[in-house]
């Protein structure tokens, strides 16, 4: 952990990495630095699986067992949150982190999602982040904190407004 570094939460969701590629990833944010940290296939199965365990064993039913395990994402997230940023970084060699000072701006999106009818069917939260030499989409669809507050107690003033917010 850098020297004076605060973690104010986790944000999740999808990752895009490209036109038409993306991937499950986790936004740790701190004072200091924005952690990217990819979300295996197999971390998320051992989550599952971990959480359906430790229900079984808690002698939890069925329904027990399936909310569980349908909460187990959100449980990995929120440990993350209470991890060492390092260590989060270590947890792959994909995993990266964006200094603060290096964000130049940074925007939420907030979309609402609606059929060929007008009808509504919820809200995409998308946070934009833009650096001197990349640019950062992820699909929010997890926070462990407001998101807003999270990023202006990290960016301050970088973080404006997007469509639709």
Same mark, same amino acid.
């Given at each position: 952990?850098?020297?004076?570094?605060? +973690?104010?939460?986790?944000?999740?969701?999808?990752?895009?990495?490209?036109?038409?590629?993306?991937?499950?990833? *986790?936004? +740790? +944010?701190?004072?200091?630095?924005?952690?990217?940290?990819?979300? /295996?296939?197999?971390?998320?199965? #051992?989550?599952?699986?971990?959480? %359906?365990?430790?229900?079984?064993? &808690? $002698?939890?039913?069925?329904?027990?067992?399936? @909310?569980?395990?349908?909460?187990?994402?959100?449980?990995?997230?929120?440990? =993350?949150?209470?991890?060492?940023?390092? &260590?989060?970084?270590?947890?792959?060699? #994909?995993?990266?982190?964006?200094?603060? #000072?290096?964000?130049?701006? *940074?925007?939420?999106?907030?979309?609402?999602?609606?059929?060929? &009818? $007008?009808?509504?069917?919820?809200?995409?939260?998308?946070?934009?982040?833009?650096?001197?030499?990349?640019?950062?989409? =992820?699909?929010? /669809?997890?926070? /462990?904190?407001?998101?807003? &507050?999270?990023?202006?107690?990290?960016? %301050?003033?970088? =973080? @404006?407004? $997007?469509?639709?917010?």
């Amino acid at each position: 952990m850098l020297d004076g570094e605060i +973690v104010y939460g986790v944000l999740g969701g999808s990752l895009k990495l490209g036109l038409f590629k993306s991937t499950s990833a *986790a936004v +740790v +944010v701190t004072n200091r630095r924005l952690v990217y940290a990819m979300l /295996t296939n197999q971390m998320m199965k #051992d989550a599952v699986n971990k959480a %359906g365990e430790k229900a079984k064993a &808690e $002698g939890k039913g069925l329904l027990g067992r399936i @909310g569980a395990t349908m909460s187990a994402t959100g449980d990995m997230l929120r440990k =993350l949150a209470s991890m060492d940023p390092d &260590e989060v970084i270590a947890m792959n060699p #994909d995993n990266f982190s964006v200094p603060v #000072d290096a964000v130049v701006k *940074a925007r939420f999106d907030r979309i609402t999602k609606t059929d060929h &009818e $007008g009808d509504s069917h919820g809200e995409s939260l998308d946070l934009h982040i833009a650096t001197g030499d990349r640019k950062l989409k =992820l699909n929010v /669809t997890f926070m /462990t904190a407001s998101p807003e &507050e999270m990023l202006r107690n990290s960016l %301050g003033s970088k =973080l @404006g407004r $997007g469509k639709f917010y």
